[in-house]
Every structure is written in C-alpha cells, then in structure tokens.
C-alpha cells in the first residue's frame, strides 16, 4: 500500500498493515496490535504528531509575491547600481532572464531610506512594512536554477523544478499533523491563479490528503461543498447524519480489519462540524472596525490582499499550519498582469509602486496584529517572490526575470529579527556570499517547526523522497 | 630488449613528475594550496566530513590519495593539465562552483592552476576513503536477481484452479483456513466493480440469484469480460501508470486537444484483448510500426504524454530536453518493467543492477523522439469501404464517358475545328494551368473555376487550434502537390498568383494564423501522359525571377536551394495579391502526346490559401505583364494533329477534357465524371497528439547535469535483462525504438519475462487490493518480494503461452475460490496473518474515484453511457474517464476521492480518508441529484407503498435486499422526514436515497 509515515513513525515490518488499517481519523480496532503513537499516525494522518525536537514555529504564512519583485527595489540596497546609471553591467549574462537585457545598469527609481535599529535601507514603496524592519531576517542571498515564473514557483516551493512533488505545505503537513481537525491544515489563497497553478500547492505523491485547500477570492463560497444543501434544515441533516452513523457502524461491526471504516464514519462528524467551524474561521466581519482599517479593507487598491491577510491570521489562531497568499494584482487598469503582479518587464516603478500599494499596508498590519496577540511566538511570516529581477534594464524601464540572486524576509518566531544574512555582489546581479538555495531555505524552516529534513520522508516508485532532495543545509546563524 | 611501450613510458613519468617538481610543487602546496583546502573545502570534503555526516559528493580532498581517486562527478585533477581538471573548473565557477560560500581570490585561482601544472605534488598520506569509491554493480549478479531471471514454472498444483493450489499451500504452511464462499449478490457485486466498474443493476441481479447452474458465475465473468465497458474501466488503471493527462502542465499548461485519442487506443485495445506484448510494442514504436494508421499514433501518445514546458529559454531549453527524456524513461521503467530507473540518470542505481551506460543507453534511443501533433484519419477502414463504394458508383459515368470519346468525340471535334479553329486568338502570354489532381497532407484543396487552388475550410489547420504558448508542432509542416497536364510543349516558366481573401487568417495569402506562409521548397517533375512510355521523369530546374514584395533576407530563391531549413516567406502585410515567377532553366520539350507536370510545395507550417498557377511557352525571360487565358485552347491547337488519327486513350480523354469548354455535349459527359469525383468521400481526420521526428543526441551527463557531458551515448537497453550474446544494443537499420520494443518484448532474451510478471501482477493486485509482489511499480531490490513467488511465476508464463492475452488471465483468477471468499475475517488467521498477505479471505476495498461517480451516475440511472472522443467536463453524465485531465485543474470530485497527480507513472494509489469527501457526499449537487433520480427509480409511481420503494433503492444502490430491521429503520426515518411535508413523502424517500449514497457500503466492495 502505499501511504507511508514519517520513518520514525512507522515500525519496521509493520508499515503494509498500518497502511492498510486505513487513513482515517477515529478509534483503530486493532490498536492493541500496534504501538499507540503508530496506531495514532495510521488512524488520523492530521493527528499532531510529536516533532523530531522541540520546534519555535508552529504556523507558517507566507506572502508570496506573485511574478518576482526585483531585489534591488525592495529589500536589497545597492548604492553602487544607483550610481552607475546607464553604464555597461559587467559580467552580465542576457540569457539571465527570460527575454534579452541591455546590459546596461539600471537604477532604482525609488527614494530609499534607513529605517529602525538595523539601519536597514527600504524603497518608499514600503512606508508601512519599514517600521517593523527589526523583525524581518533578511535572506539577500537567495537563488534557484529556473527562471520562468511556473518552472521556478515550483522549485521554491517543492525543492526540484519538476512537477509532481509535495510543496513544504504538504511536507509540512504530513510531518506534524494538524492543530485544529476541523479545519484544512494547509490553505493557498489566490486571487488570479499564479501560473503553475496546483502544481505549486500540490501534495505530489504524498496522499491527496496533504494537499493545500485552495481560497479563491473571487468565489463567492469559499471552500466547495460546505454549505447544507438548499432543502435540507439543520436537523434533518443531522437526523440523516445520525442514520448514516448508525447504518454505517453495523456495517463497520462485521469488517474488523477495515479501520479505514471507522474513520469514514468519523469523518462525517468532522465535516458536519467543519460546516459550521470554516464559515466562522472565514468571517471577517467579526473583526472590529479598527483591525478592518488597520489591514486596509476599505482601502480599494489594497482590500483583496488585506482580506487574505486578516484571513490568514484567523485561520492560524485557530491552527491551521500553513497559510500561503499569492498575492494578486491591486486594482483594476494598474498595467500588472494578474497572474504574475511583480512582473516589472516594461515599467519597473510604475509596477512596483502598485504592487507596493496593494500589499504594503495589509502585510504590516498582519506583522503587527500577530505581535499584539502574542501570536508572532509562534508564527513565521515570510515575504518573497519566485526569483529577483536583472540588475541592468530590459527596454528603458523595465526588468527581467534573475534566478541568480534576490531577497526573501521571514519575520517572527525562529528567527534573528533585523539580520542581513548573505549578499548579492555590488550590483545586485547574483548571490555571492553566503548562498541560500532553495533547497537550504527548506531545510531551515523544517528545522525551526522541529522537523530534521533528512529524516523526513517518504517512499515513492522505489526511492525515499524529501523536501530536500540531496541537499539542504539548515542556516543555524539566521535561527533565534 | 624490447622497447618501451608508451603506457610505460606514461607510468615513468608519472612516477618522475613529483621527483621534477619538487621543491617548488611542494612548497607551493604547503604556502598556498593546503591552508586553502583546509580553509575552504575540508568542511564538505575530508573524513572529518564524512563522520559529521557532511561529506558532500564523495570527495575528499583531505589526501592525496582521495585529490587522486577523484569524487561522483569523476576525477577532480588531470596532473599536468589545470584546463582539464573539474577542480580548477569549479573554482572558476564553469560548471560546478565552488566553495558554495562564494568564489575564491583570482590570485588563489591561478595557485591552483600552477600547482596541477606541475603536477600536483602533495605529501600528505592517508587513504582515499573507501566511501569515495562507487559501489560496483555487477549486471551479471544482476541477472540472477529474482525478477530478471527466466520465467520458471514449478510443479503446478493439482487443483481445478492452479491459484488455489498455490495459494492453499502457503496457507497450509502456516495452518490459515481460507474463508468460505462470499454470498452470491456479494460476489457479483465484486465481479461488476472489478471487471467494468459499475454496479450491477437489479434486473441483473435477479438474473445472476436465479441461475442456479454450476456455470452461472463463469457466465456472468465472460459476459462483463466482453463488455465494451471493461475497457473504460481496467484503461483507467493503465492510464495511472502511464501518467496520461491531457496538458503539458507548467507555465501555461497548455491543452493538448489530440491527446485524446491515447486514451481511447488504451481502451480499445483492452476491449479487443491484444495481445499485451503487441499493446506494449506499439506504445513505445507504434508510430514507426503502423505509420499509416492512427492507431500507431494514438499509442506513442504515451511516450509523450508527460508534463513539457510551454516556456522555454535558450537557458533552459536543453535541461527540459532531458527531463523529458527522463519523464519517458521513469515511466517506461514503472509501467512496464517494474523499475526505478529515473534514479540513473545522476549516478549508477544504489540498489538495482542498472549502471549509467544502461540510462544513457535507453534515453539514447528515444533521442529522435519529440511531442507533435498528426492529422490522421479516424476510422481509415470505414474510410476505404466509402472509397470503394464511390469507385464503384463512378464507373457508370466513367464509361460512359469513354464511350463518347471513342465514339462521338472524334466526330464532333474535327467537324468544330474545321470551322473554329483558327479563328481562336494566339495563346495568351500566360496560360492558367488547371489541375487535374491535388492532394495535401494536413488540409483539403479544391479546384474552383479557372484552375485557383483554394484551401476549403474543411479541416481546421493546427494554427487555429493552437494553444496560447505553445510552439508550433514540429515535423507537422504541409505539403502540396497538384498535378498538371499538357499537351503544349516548350514551356519556360511557371507563375505564381497568390489571392488575398476574407476568408483566410489576415486575409491571407499564408493558412498561418497571421496569414503568412513558408514555402521551404518547390520542386517541379515532368513525365510523359502515356503511362507505358519508358522516358523517365525529368527533374525541372527553376530560377527565381520574379517575386512582389519579396523580403530579401527570406527570398523566393530559398524554395529552390535544395535547403528545407530555409524558405520563401511572405507575410500578410500588404494584403494583397502576390505573385512569382519561376523560369526553367531551359524549356521543357515534353511530348506531342503529352506531358504530366507535378509541382511539388512544401512548407514549415501552414499552406497558402489561395494559388493560382499559370505557365508559358514564350522564350527568353518571362515578364510580368501581358494576358492571361486558361489553357484550353492552347491544348486544342497542340492535340488537333493528334485528333485525326486513333487516338490513345489518355490523348481521347485530354481531349475531351480541354474540348468541354467549346462543346456542351462533351461538357455533359466530362462533367459527370468531375462532379463524381468531386463528391469523393473524404476521411474523418482528426488532430492526434503524438510522437514526432525531432530531438538531438544524448550525451553522458555526469550527475543529471547538461553543463557536464561526457561524451555521446548509443542506443541500448538495460544489459540486466539481456541474455542475448554481447551487449544489448539496437541492430544496424532498425529504428532504436523499434529495438527497444523489441528487447521489452523478447521472451528468450530480453525483458520479456519481467515485462510479463509486471503486467500478471497488476491484474491480481487490482483484483485483490495488493499485488503478489505489493510494490507493483518496483520489482527491483527496494521493492517488496513476491509472497507466492511460483503462483507469479506460473501466471506470467500462462500469459505468455496463451498468446500474451489478458482476459484469460481474468478469468482465470476470478474463477478461482480464492478469489470468490467472502471478506468474513476469521479471529485466527487474524492473528497470524493480519495483513492477510495468505489470501485468505477478501478484504473490502474502497472505490476509486472514477468508479465512485460512476456508480453515483448508475445508482441515478444517468450514466451516459457513450464511449470515445474529447474530454468532457464534470457537469457531464459520461463515465469519469472522459473526464478532461489538465494537469494545473484537476477536477475536485476526482482528486478529492484520491485520483493521482499525473506527473510520474503510479502504480497503486492511496486511499485517504478526509472530511472534505464527506461534504461531497452530503452537499454537493452531484450526489443530491442522483439522490432524487434514485428516487424516482424507486418509486415510479407515488402510490406504491414505501417498503418497496425503500427495497428498490437498496438494490439499486447497494445490490442487495434491505434486512428486515434495516427496513424498518428507514421507514421510520421516512416517517420522521416526512412530517409536515405536503409532497407525499417524496422529499423524505429522496432523503432516505442520499443516507443510502452516503453509507460506507455505497463506496465499499467486499
């Protein structure tokens, strides 16, 4: 069969049984036959799981921004590419991105300035993110092998660029369990699809169980089926639901071997519950007036990505492990293609000035909001994109895609707030000191939630699988 | 004393080279060289490195012997040669780069390049850790390993059925008493699900309870073994294993409209029951096997069916060529033989016999494989009945025909000549030629008045249905080749007219989608009209001299340089009418008796819209200007000496044909014959996506990686499985994928045997819940062993002998006892066995996914039940596995109930259990659909008393009679439901239909 557990979960000899006693969540007929914690692991893959050691992060929410902003506009300052204007970039490489590059620097349009204790120097587009800029740890030093927005979202969020493995979410996930069984573990929110689409929040070959719940913010009911049915009252289904309890446990009675009934059995009760748990995780009009206008509700240029937001952080207090938010174009007739926001490849300020106003005032209000509650202990928040961008010009204005370098910040628990850790060269053209693949980026972040990359994984068509594939490094001078 | 030879000289100065270099070389290494080794690659290169689990490639740098042993990515120094040696590489960052922390000092560089110059003097001793060296992997243990050996069938048991003696004895071994025989609705339940994926319906049922004859099970196996929908449903568990979808996923994800018809060949074959090695051969060759059909296309869908970018840069354009070639080659390995071969591509399989040649070997002979896409006709025999029938149909007018040309027409041509012959004008400059024959290879041409080739619309080119992104289908290029006749002689030119018409993309004149065209090459043929002449063909050679609006970097003289590489482009700018003028190098003298000129077109991608072509007889160069005329006259002047005498008879009919035009009576004849052939039936074609001509050689990569080959590879096969003599390689003049279908299929020598135990073993883990050997995708040494090694064994070679058919193999398992237990659970065996891996009782199974709606769709009575063609969406009644598979949009109700990510080749999958599949059993408006339908089915009329109907629902849904007590229960539930209800209790049956939908039972088969 072919579900298997973390290693260190399944007992040797045993893994086919505990396989085949089911995924299901309830009580095991035969776990007096195994040893608890595996019966536990088989009969409820959610279940919380004890880590590998004790983790800081229990939740991670990660604002993905869509289409890859460019480094040296954001986080990663470069004084010497302000300087050198229009003149020849050395060592650049046109076949970096995806169309050709000049060749030429190409400086940032932005008015920067150095903000908090760090010192650290930010674009105008950030006036709200450049107050909390003694939180965010700063990887400068990031880069992948794929430059095209599908290919490289692959490889940041499943570890290879090929299609058809777990993303961390699903690793995640399958790792530690869930902290709340009324609720998905995982959740993606997206406005227009990200290219790549599932494939970037799949569960690969780990069971579907472990797949990312999608959000789609333009859809009215947010997650499919949960709303009862038109002709059904409450107790009428519940009168059902009670039928069906009863008709399936006789079933159940005769068919010992089969634990996977029972959990079936149980998982009409946790749906029934998730009726009505999900809506009330969902519904921002709990919130108060001022948390609304703190994340920028009314704010039209930001309100999709400030609903994403305040979402993320409901459905983190009530245990959802991994919120990822692709973020999507701001309003209407910016010039941003919907799918790909960041994507500056024309009119670099024009784009990141909007991309900034539709993301900077939620994503500080939610750094904010998880420190008032305490919640920021517990939770990783991280800002990045799939790739930086070319330091030298695509036409006038504009920049390509660049693999070779650019800049993602976690803030909150596990990490050093206010570090610059690694470096691009000069001009912000490559990583160059202290180099973080995607790959080490992984293997520090399981780290943090308590998870030893090397430890977890999962056999598939003949070979153990991770996260990692053959490489990863945890980068033990970025952890608090 | 015998002269040196030159390894001995080598081996001297080898040993020589150290003793010359040092003290410098030393004193290099001891300044420079180790405290940077130390410094910068000690952490991930030395046995200190190793022991904290952090030695990184097998390297160690921490020795001599380990800089000279080298690491996985092959030896790091060439003493003497620094520009060679992969460590000075890595440092410049060519390739590799290292240290990963960032590029050392220049200066430091250039030390290391000096001191491999010198030849690497290094005085440290210790051992080249043994861990460095690659563990060898000895194919000839290979091929005693269990799965790779020859099919050997032991002494088969004596029982009725061969199963159930091998399965008896591993049960009497360990004192297992099998279960008794499931119930007989139970059995037929399982036998339905499993054979054809649907429920059994009631009428069915009653049928099979009330046959009380020793055969009647039997019956019942061979009645769904040859039902159409067999096919739908055991091509759903090949199509797991062959990763079908039908779009490249990635950036855009781009929908393969034609890959369809893969699907549809899969379930064809399984319903006709081929031969499985036939079914294997053509998936990996079928194009080259049966080029002319569609079914050789449709299979090689296989190959190609993985995820392929639909974005490609020139960074990464060779990267994504061999991850395709591995895509193909992992699930050639999973699906077929059972092996984990992706594995290979970076370094030589840690647990199974397969070294890198082995990889490089097989991905070499899929090195001219791209995707593409083929027009194909549909149904190429229903295509030829029509042809013969319409052949049939012409001969009344063809004779009749003939008969006014040996009659009639000599009489009134020559008294029409006498009067008008000379009256008629000089021939006009230019003369349009009218076709007497015109075919192309993706499209449909029609002649219309005055001879304009028009492209008429039938068939959609490929342009217009082609996918936002996706590059132009390779090798898919069109070809025109219309047919001419004359009876002039001494032509010497042909011109080209190209019409701009609202009909085509911009106007035309080019079928592409920006309405241009690229026209690669233009070859003209003469030969003589009389088929008995022995004169052979003459090739004419043409000049350009002519073209309007020409774009001189793609000229109208690369159609005629002999390159298909380079063509004549024309854009739709102007929209407006084009033209061309080709002279022939001298004039072409032809015959009195007539000339067949035969003008070949060949384009990059689509045809021209619109074509006229015209000739001359005017010597010396053609000019644009002057009048033009169709050629009828000009023919009557050059065939009237002709007409006096008997004529032949291809000379009558041109006569005829160019007579038409001045006489109506011989227009009457003519006519008929034309409009009969305009009237021929044309195939049914269709957009097949397939395998196409294309791709590059394959190189060695060290580690998986482009940027480092290793020279070229050949084409070969895994040597493990090979007992041939030498090594397993493609013979000379055999397609490499014809050789590879032919080693996969070869009993005696090649993987035949393993190919024949993956495919056995499938069928029984489908019909048991887990195969004999439970990793069904991996046969090799991480795999799990057989549990009843002979009984695999003895079903492979029955498979083999009995011509490789499946459906014998079916019944024979289904007509096993074992396969007919209940799922009853006896406490004993239990405690022996729990994992029942002895057979000995059934275990219930959940449905899959696809059987799942399915049955949903059956138990409402809406199952549509039509086979074949494009996907559909799921608002759609058909069965699930016409159901579109686009790889970024799986369908919710598919993957919610586990149906896989079809990225890799899956063997088995998962069976999860999660609450959002009971929120689609208890809301969506699938289920509650069929929950009304059903209870309609159950009460047709509303006053029939309730038990009935809840009885009818039971066995619809569930195959089987309610117990008295659960009957009562539901009518009290009905009772309950219906209280205050004025619609006389149909909402309440519809809610005792959905609980009946919502029961473990519904999804379970014992």
């Known amino acids: ?480 | 004393m015998k002269p040196f030879t030159p390894a001995i000289i080598a081996m001297l100065a080898a040993l020589a080279a150290p003793a010359r270099a040092e003290p410098e070389g030393l004193k290099l290494f001891e300044e420079k060289i180790r405290p940077a080794l130390v410094k910068h690659c000690y952490a991930c290169h030395s046995a200190q490195a190793r022991d904290a689990k952090k030695l990184k490639g097998g390297l160690y740098l921490d020795s001599a012997a380990g800089v000279a042993a080298g690491g996985e990515s092959g030896p790091v120094i060439v003493k003497g040669k620094s520009k060679e040696s992969l460590l000075v590489k890595s440092l410049r960052h060519e390739g590799l780069e290292m240290p990963p922390s960032g590029k050392l000092p220049d200066d430091l560089i250039a030390d290391f390049a000096k001191w491999i110059d010198m030849g690497a003097p290094d005085p440290r001793t210790g051992e080249a850790a043994l861990a460095s060296k690659q563990r060898s992997i000895s194919v000839e243990d290979g091929r005693n390993w269990w799965a790779f050996r020859p099919l050997a069938v032991s002494k088969v048991p004596a029982t009725d059925n061969p199963v159930d003696g091998y399965i008896r004895a591993a049960q009497q071994a360990k004192g297992i008493k099998p279960a008794p025989r499931a119930a007989k609705e139970k059995l037929l339940r399982r036998a339905y699900f499993d054979l054809i994926g649907l429920p059994p319906t009631p009428a069915q049922l009653e049928s099979f309870l009330g046959d009380s004859s020793p055969g009647a099970f039997e019956k019942v196996i061979n009645d769904l073994l040859s039902h159409s929908a067999h096919g739908e449903r055991w091509a759903r568990h090949w199509l797991d294993t062959a990763r079908y979808a039908e779009s490249g996923g990635y950036e855009f994800d781009g929908f393969r409209p034609g890959a369809y018809h893969y699907r549809d060949w899969v379930i064809k074959a399984l319903n006709a029951d081929m031969p499985y090695d036939e079914f294997i051969r053509l998936q990996l060759a079928g194009d080259l096997l049966k080029p002319e059909s569609i079914d050789g296309a449709a299979a090689t869908g296989f190959l190609v069916a993985g995820p392929f970018p639909g974005q490609i840069t020139a960074k990464t354009v060779e990267r994504i060529r061999y991850d395709q070639l591995d895509d193909m080659l992992m699930t050639i390995g999973g699906s077929m033989l059972g092996l984990t071969i992706g594995c290979v591509r970076c370094h030589e399989h840690k647990y199974d016999p397969i070294p890198h040649k082995d990889y490089y070997g097989l991905a070499s002979a899929l090195a001219r494989t791209v995707q593409g896409t083929k027009n194909m006709d549909i149904d190429p025999e229903a295509t030829a009945r029509a042809l013969e029938t319409h052949k049939v149909q012409g001969e009344a007018p063809r004779t009749a025909l003939e008969g006014f040309v040996s009659t009639q027409l000599p009489g009134r041509f020559s008294a029409w000549a006498k009067a008008e012959l000379s009256k008629l004008p000089p021939a006009p400059r230019w003369q349009w030629l009218e076709p007497v024959a015109y075919e192309a290879e993706r499209s449909f041409l029609k002649s219309t008045a005055g001879g304009v080739i028009a492209h008429d619309g039938n068939i959609t080119p490929g342009a217009a249905r082609r996918q936002r992104g996706r590059p132009a289908a390779a090798g898919a290029g069109e070809h025109f080749r219309l047919t001419f006749q004359t009876h002039q002689q001494n032509l010497t030119a042909l011109r080209f007219d190209l019409f701009a018409d609202k009909a085509l993309p911009q106007r035309g004149p080019g079928l592409n989608a920006d309405g241009s065209f690229q026209l690669a090459e233009i070859t003209l043929q003469a030969r003589p009209l009389d088929p008995a002449s022995k004169a052979a063909p003459v090739k004419v050679k043409l000049k350009a001299a002519y073209a309007a609006a020409e774009d001189p970097n793609q000229p109208l003289a690369n159609a005629l340089d002999g390159k298909p590489a380079t063509a004549w482009v024309v854009k739709a700018t102007a929209k407006r009418d084009n033209a061309a003028i080709l002279e022939f190098d001298s004039p072409l003298a032809g015959s009195a008796e007539g000339t067949v000129l035969e003008l070949d077109l060949v384009f990059k991608d689509q045809g021209i819209g619109r074509l006229r072509v015209s000739a001359t007889t005017e010597p010396g160069p053609a000019t644009w200007a002057g009048d033009t005329a169709g050629q009828h006259d000009s023919e009557l002047k050059a065939l009237a000496p002709l007409a006096s005498k008997p004529m032949p008879g291809q000379v009558g009919l041109s006569l005829a044909r160019w007579f038409a035009p001045r006489d109506a009576e011989t227009a009457k004849f003519v006519r008929a014959v034309r409009d009969h052939e305009a009237a021929a039936p044309r195939p049914n074609m269709a957009e097949v996506y397939t395998t196409a001509a294309g791709g590059q050689d394959v190189y060695f990569l060290r580690r998986g990686e482009v940027d480092n080959k290793q020279g070229k590879a050949e084409p070969g096969f895994v040597q493990a499985l090979w007992r041939g003599a030498g090594a397993p390689v493609a013979r000379q003049g055999v397609e490499p994928r014809v050789a590879l279908a032919e080693w996969m299929t070869d009993m005696n020598s090649g993987a035949g045997p393993l190919l024949a135990r993956v495919i056995v073993n499938r069928l029984w883990q489908h019909h048991f819940g887990r195969g004999i050997v439970a990793t069904p995708n991996d046969f090799g040494a991480q795999g799990e062993r057989p549990s009843h090694p002979e009984l695999l064994e003895y079903l492979a070679s029955e498979l083999v002998k009995g011509g490789w058919r499946l459906k014998p193999i079916h019944r024979m398992i289904m007509l096993s006892e074992t396969f007919r237990q209940s799922h009853e659970a006896d406490p004993a065996n239990l405690a022996v066995d729990p994992e029942n891996k002895l057979f000995w009782h059934h275990r219930p199974r959940r449905l899959e996914a696809e059987a799942i709606r399915d049955a949903l769709l059956a138990a409402g009575g809406n199952l549509d039940p039509a086979m074949y063609g494009p996907s559909v969406l799921d608002n759609s009644m058909r069965r699930s596995i016409y159901l579109r598979v686009k790889r970024s949009e799986l369908l919710q109700v598919m993957t919610v109930f586990d149906a896989p990510e079809p990225t890799a080749s899956i063997g088995e999958r998962p069976v999860t259990t999660v609450p959002t599949q009971a929120l689609v059993m208890m809301n969506s408006s699938l289920v509650r659909q069929q929950a009304e339908k059903l209870a309609d089915r159950a009460r047709p009329s509303p006053g029939e008393p309730v038990a009935m109907s809840v009885e009818r629902a039971y066995r619809i849904a569930l195959g089987r009679d309610p117990s008295p007590a659960e009957s009562q229960r539901m009518t009290a539930f009905l009772a309950a439901q219906a209280v205050g209800s004025s619609d006389s209790g149909r909402k309440a049956l519809v809610e005792c239909c959905h609980t009946l939908l919502c029961l473990n039972e519904f999804v379970y088969v014992d």
């Open chain 1, 1 to 480: 069969m072919p579900n298997n557990f973390p290693s260190r979960l399944a007992l040797p000899g045993r893994r086919r049984f505990l396989a085949e006693a089911g995924l299901g969540f309830g009580t095991l007929a035969l776990s007096n036959l195994l040893g608890e914690e595996a019966a536990a692991a088989a009969a409820a893959p959610l279940a919380p799981k004890s880590p590998h050691y004790p983790g800081k992060v229990k939740s991670i929410i990660w604002l993905f921004m869509t289409g890859g902003p460019s480094q040296v506009d954001t986080w990663d300052y470069k004084p010497e590419l302000q300087k050198r204007d229009g003149q020849p970039l050395a060592g650049a490489d046109p076949k970096t991105g995806f169309f050709t590059t000049s060749g030429k620097c190409l400086a940032s349009p932005f008015k920067w300035a150095q903000h908090g204790k760090s010192g650290t120097w930010v674009p105008e587009i950030f006036p709200y993110l450049s107050r909390h800029v003694d939180k965010m740890c700063f990887l400068h030093s990031m880069h992948l092998r794929q430059n095209n927005h599908a290919p490289a979202s692959i490889e940041l969020m499943c570890g290879t660029n090929r299609p058809g493995l777990p993303a961390l979410g699903a690793w995640e996930t399958y790792g530690l369990g869930a902290l709340n069984s009324n609720l998905p573990a995982y959740v993606v929110m997206h406005d227009t699809r990200p290219r790549g689409d599932d494939q970037i929040w799949s569960a690969g070959f780990l069971p579907k169980t472990f797949q990312a719940m999608a959000l789609d913010s333009r859809r009215k009911e947010a997650i499919d089926n949960l709303a009862r049915g038109a002709a059904h009252s409450d107790p009428q289904q519940r009168a059902q639901l009670d039928l069906i309890r009863e008709l399936n446990r006789e079933h159940a009675s005769t068919r010992q071997t089969q634990a996977d009934l029972a959990a079936r059995i149980d998982s009409y009760e946790l749906a029934y519950r998730m009726q009505m748990a999900a809506p009330e995780a969902l519904d921002l009009s709990r919130e108060s007036a001022m948390t609304q206008a703190m994340y920028g509700l009314e704010r039209p240029e930001c309100a999709t990505f400030a609903r994403q937001c305040l979402l993320a952080r409901r459905l983190v207090e009530r245990g959802v492990r991994f919120v990822q938010i692709f973020a999507g174009k701001g309003v209407a007739g910016d010039g941003s293609v919907g799918d790909v926001p960041w994507d500056c490849h024309s009119d670099l300020q024009s784009n990141h000035r909007s991309c900034g106003l539709h993301t900077d005032q939620p994503a500080a209000a939610l750094l904010a909001d998880l420190e008032s509650r305490g919640m920021l202990d517990s939770t990783l928040v991280i800002w990045g994109g799939e790739f930086g961008r070319t330091s030298d010009s695509q036409g006038a204005k504009g920049r390509d895609h660049n693999p070779n370098g650019f800049t993602i910040w976690m803030a909150g628990a596990g990490v050093k707030g206010g570090l610059h850790y690694g470096a691009t060269d000069p001009f912000g053209y490559k990583a160059v000191e202290k180099k973080v693949h995607v790959n080490d980026l992984h293997a520090t972040l399981l780290h943090m939630m308590g998870i030893d990359h090397l430890k977890l994984t999962h056999r598939f068509n003949g070979r153990d699988f991770r996260l990692t594939d053959v490489g990863g490094e945890v980068l033990s001078e970025v952890l608090a």
